[in-house]
């Protein structure tokens, strides 16, 4: 009988409010005053919670918009010191490649010696020698950029009023530099401008201050290997750029060096020349891991991009050549490897009447990638590629830098579908017969697996002590 009321009694409270046994009715529950002090209490500090957390969230709605939706840029220059409208830039007619174009002679400058005395590089007033130019008829000056001269405005500003650099910002001269561009190619398209923004600042619109790396002596510690040690080489240069002079004729380039980036609104920026400015003074110093051949701005010319991506980034240069024609395993691995880790690499393109781009039968040569198309000159071809039947337009003797355009997983993207852009250091091309074009930009896609059979190499820096 015990347990009968048990069951009885377990199955009303289950049930609750659904049971058929009607209980006593209760009267209201009556509260003792200390009772209702601490719901009064509670009552308080729930409505000041509320109220204070409302007005948080308000503080951090504007943060959290800007963050998951950036602020439009109206690519207004209002808020942007005046410049000179000067519209874009006349290029060389004939760019420059790893040899001087027809625009520069080939031979040194009357340019003054930065390694006697040493303290030039202190001296921002003392810029590299202006090579001489073919053209008797263009004349060439030192301008000011940054800042005013006399009653003239100044005619570009430092960076993009975003304050980063641009693929379109880089844009070749007539000096054979392109190693130079190249490698400023692909820092930024593999995510990697801070090393160039590091390497150049502005103090004033006269003074700006380049900072340029050299990996030095390895010093062995016991018990730990060996250690790279870095030095870090400042060099001083005003904001003057050789420019065309104004009674020059219009049809001459406007400047020597690599050219102003040119945004939307038509503003100039001379971050990159600037830049390739104080590398040339760098250079000059004897400082630099490498010494050229010529002083001031002729030697630059030929410059290897392994050397400046060394300098930029503070890495050991690296480079990966190939000697014989047809596809190359190793050269393709070390790709595979620029690709993944996001390196920052360059392509070395030969001449296509290099004997390691294969044998030419009347004027083409089959190639593992596709067939190879010689044009007028023999110093750029076009290569229809295998698998994609795309006409891929190249120039030889010269630099490219690489960008991916995909993670190689093995599985769906793997290295004989993989694709990675070329960008050109003029910020033009030419197009598939040979013509030069600005109308597409500086950059061609094509398949990695065609890499290592048109280029002569890679080039890259490796980080020290890693």
């Excluded at 409505?47 to 439009?72: H, S």
């Excluded at 390694?115 to 000011?144: F, H, M, W």
């Excluded at 400046?308 to 070390?334: C, H, N, Q």
């Amino acid at each position: 009988m015990k347990s009968d009321v048990q069951v009885q009694e377990d199955e009303e409270r289950l049930l609750d409010g659904h049971s058929t046994k009607k209980s006593p009715r209760k009267g209201p529950r009556r509260y003792t005053p200390c009772q209702w002090v601490l719901i009064i209490a509670g009552l308080i500090f729930l409505f000041a919670a509320g109220n204070i957390t409302g007005l948080l969230g308000l503080l951090r709605i504007p943060a959290v918009k800007n963050r998951l939706v950036p602020p439009t840029s109206t690519n207004s220059s209002q808020n942007l010191p005046k410049i000179e409208k000067l519209g874009d830039v006349v290029l060389p007619t004939v760019l420059g490649t790893n040899e001087s174009s027809p625009l520069i002679k080939p031979s040194s400058p009357n340019g003054f010696s930065l390694t006697r005395p040493p303290n030039v590089l202190a001296d921002e007033s003392k810029n590299p020698g202006v090579p001489t130019v073919t053209d008797s008829q263009c004349d060439y000056i030192q301008r000011r950029q940054l800042g005013s001269q006399g009653s003239q405005l100044p005619r570009a500003d430092f960076l993009r009023e975003s304050k980063i650099i641009e693929l379109a910002d880089v844009r070749q001269g007539g000096i054979g530099d392109c190693g130079f561009g190249a490698s400023v190619l692909s820092l930024i398209a593999n995510g990697q401008r801070k090393d160039l923004l590091d390497a150049l600042e502005l103090r004033d619109l006269s003074l700006l201050i380049a900072r340029f790396l050299v990996p030095t002596a390895r010093q062995f510690i016991p018990n730990a290997g060996a250690l790279e040690t870095i030095k870090t080489v400042q060099v001083r240069i005003d904001d003057t750029l050789a420019t065309r002079t104004d009674d020059s004729p219009a049809t001459c380039a406007e400047f020597i060096s690599f050219n102003p980036g040119v945004s939307l609104d038509g503003r100039r920026n001379a971050f990159v020349p600037l830049l390739e400015k104080a590398f040339a003074k760098f250079l000059d110093s004897g400082e630099a891991i490498v010494q050229p051949d010529f002083s001031g701005y002729a030697g630059l010319t030929g410059i290897a991009a392994r050397n400046v991506l060394s300098s930029l980034t503070g890495g050991k240069p690296r480079l990966y050549e190939r000697f014989k024609s047809g596809f190359d395993l190793e050269m393709a691995a070390i790709l595979v490897k620029c690709v993944n880790l996001r390196r920052a690499c360059v392509l070395g393109v030969p001449p296509p009447t290099d004997p390691r781009m294969g044998t030419i039968v009347n004027g083409k040569i089959d190639t593992q990638a596709g067939q190879i198309t010689i044009h007028s000159g023999e110093k750029t071809f076009t290569l229809r590629e295998r698998g994609t039947e795309r006409d891929v337009p190249i120039v030889g003797l010269h630099y490219y830098g690489i960008q991916r355009t995909q993670v190689i997983d093995g599985e769906f993207i793997t290295f004989e579908n993989a694709e990675v852009d070329l960008h050109n250091p003029w910020g033009c091309n030419i197009d598939v017969n040979g013509v030069f074009t600005c109308n597409k930009g500086g950059s061609v896609r094509v398949k990695l697996s065609s890499l290592p059979v048109i280029g002569t190499g890679v080039e890259w820096a490796d980080t020290v002590n890693l």
